[in-house]
């Protein structure tokens, strides 16, 4: 995964609201990705735990399945 380190990431008003903001870090994730991520694992602790044990092809699928809203509707 790519992050951005030009920075850090400023605290949200809740973890929940930090955690989106940690995964918006990651190159590619818009705020919508990031929230639709945060509604199946709500942190990084739920999300690593997801991936314990999974054979590889199902890893890589994990979050594919996940519906991301279109915030344009």
Request: proline fraction near 7%; aromatic fraction near 6%.
């Amino acid at each position: 995964m790519n992050f951005c380190t030009d920075g850090y990431v400023k605290s949200g008003a809740t973890p929940s609201d930090t955690w989106i903001r940690m995964l918006q870090e990651i190159n590619g994730v818009s705020e919508s990705h990031a929230q639709a991520l945060a509604l199946h694992y709500p942190s990084l602790t739920n999300l690593l735990n997801a991936y314990e044990n999974l054979p590889l092809k199902q890893a890589r699928l994990l979050l594919a399945s996940i519906p991301v809203s279109d915030p344009k509707n």
